[in-house]
């Protein structure tokens, strides 16, 4: 918002310099970022926070100045007598765009003089970096800075049949607006009409067939409220027909939510300016369409103690009275212990008591409330499963593991909507920021396959990533059952999911796990395994799908995993626990077998274990063979077996002896065969 000081100095006189005002402004919260010197006059650049959209005018700015100094405003003149007669204008708002323009309004101006503008509004205007087009339209252009209210000029001669519609826009139909580009307009943009054609974009921008020319004799004049949402939401479809976009000084205001009850005040205003400035004459009364929005808002009661309680310091219920009404709200009641107030329409962020507090706290200056608070600071230790997950992540960084961050959200259909958990449908936003990502995620791994698409696509190849995040289960009623907390991981191929898992169990001293045949619909059919834990699925590790690989738009398949890391980290042994170092040495002895090839490593090292004896310490894999030395159909694993004794040597043939039962039994069992 720019403004500048005498602009400021004709609503609110105060005779402060322009410093002065600017200090006022920013420690009552309304920040002026720059000062500059424009002639004898200075302009001021202000930062407004987004729920203060009556600052962006400068009445609402002086407002705020009256306030602190106690001054009262000097509200511009703005009577005027029309001439009663008929002109044959009608203005309508269609059933459709009643809930787009609740109110509008329209005043007609006959036989004005379309010139350049005086000197004192030419250099007001310039001095907040608007340029001047002509005496019509820069009123318009001041008006909306005064009063926060956007206007639109509208060269009567050119509406067909002397109509206005508001309407919402038609499928195929074309707007030209002055800025000369073309934009095509759908049922959900609100236009301003005239009998056959749209000739505004309400709320962002005028058309160039009925714009004010030096040929304009005759004047419809809009002003209107239009509300934020519809307007945002064509403002942004439209930006994206053009490179430049659609930016207008009215659409800022309008997406943010102007007073829907200055709309009259400032057409008087414009009106009054027009007459003094280009002559002619008002036929008519102003004709309005639809309904008012009411003045005041809501009544709300605050307590006195409530401002020593959140600021630290007592302030008398009359001088609490005395801001509140210099702000523009009407006092209802007041008492020693409280009051109540009725806030107006343009101040829509004023809800609840502590609102009316901190307006007491910023108009009364926040450096006379002195903090009588203190703030004991104690440190807290991070609880065991916090400790637990950043290990987590410092292990899979040191894996290589590169870690992402991915949406929570997700789109309802296709893979997102798998999950390797038992749950129902996933929960869904009433409101969804994004409409193609409505749904809480059942599981990361879609999210984090996504991530290596998008890697994969901007050149980065062979990524592997990891991510520490919740899935949401539900059950059929559509409640919450869970909230899992799962590790996820992708990689370019199985075996470098399956390394990474085994090293990050073994770093956080997890009991080695089972591992069985596993199903989730996201991994290709006999490629996915899980973790149990008592029998139950803890984990799923596999290689995607062709389709998945499709879905996402993979150019290699991949491989991932998730796992639930909270009964994991149950089981870990947080506390190192000292083993002596062996006094006797240990035996390996290295074996191939020759087994089908439907047969894991899990059961053969399941056997070894079982009929290994109490001297045997690891059963190691460590090679798998497939080849002309080996038949069709059959696979050769190799691995390693360690022994040794806690109290002596063992011999060669307790060693031997516990190798042949070992053979014998994964021969019974597996019908394996010693590789020669």
Known sequence: MKTTHQWLESICPTGLSAREVADILTFSGTEVEHMTEVGADTAFQIEVTSNRVDCLGVIGLAREIGAVTGRPLKLPEARFTPRIEKHGVTVEIEPSAIGAC????????????V?????????????????????????????????????????????????????????????????HKVYELSPADLVIADADRAVAIAGIMGGVDSEVTRDTVDVLLESAYFEPLGIKASGKKLDRQHSDNLASEARYRFERGVDPQIAIAASRRATKLILEIAGGETIGELLVAGKEGKPWLRDLRMRVSAVERSLGSPVPAKRCAEI?????????????????????????????????????????????????????????????????????????????????LTDTFVPRDGAHALSPWETAAPLEARVAMNLARPALRTSVIPSLVGAYALNERRG???????????????????????????????????????????????????PALELADGGFALFAGGSCAEYRVDGKRVGVLGKISDAATREFDIAHPCAAAEIDLVPLLEKRARAPRFVHLPRFPEVSRDLAVVVDETVRWAAIADLATKHGGQHLREVRFFDEFRGKQVAKGKKSIAFALRFRDDNRTLTGDEVDAAVKTIVNALSKSLGAELRA
């Open 115 to 179: 010139k350049p503008s005086p000197d004192w509004l030419k250099n007001r205007l310039e001095a907040v970096g608007i340029a001047s087009i002509n005496n019509i339209v820069d009123i318009t252009n001041f008006v909306m800075l005064e009063y926060c209210q956007p206007l639109h000029a509208f060269d009567l001669d050119h509406l067909h049949e002397n109509r206005i519609v508001v309407r919402m826009g038609r499928k195929g139909e074309t707007f030209t607006a002055i800025n």
């Open 460 to 510: 980065n190849k062979g990524v592997r990533l990891y991510e520490i995040a919740s899935a949401i289960l539900t059950n059929s009623k559509g409640e919450t059952t869970a909230e899992k907390k799962v590790l996820a991981l992708v990689a370019p191929d199985f075996d470098a999911i399956k390394g990474a898992l085994d090293a990050l169990f073994e770093r956080l001293h997890i």
């Open 324 to 404: 509140l009404g210099g702000l523009g709200l009407q006092i209802v009641a007041v008492s020693e212990s409280e009051l109540t107030v009725r806030v107006p329409s343009f101040r829509r962020d004023l809800e609840r008591e502590i609102d009316l507090v901190e307006e007491i706290g910023r108009i009364e200056g926040l450096d006379k409330f002195p903090s009588r608070l203190t703030l004991p600071v104690s440190r807290s230790r991070p609880n065991p499963l916090q400790e637990d997950v950043q290990l987590t992540r410092d292990i899979m960084r040191g894996l290589g593991f590169d870690e992402a």
């Open 102 to 113: 609740p109110w509008y309004t329209a005043q007609i101006i006959k036989s004005v003089h």
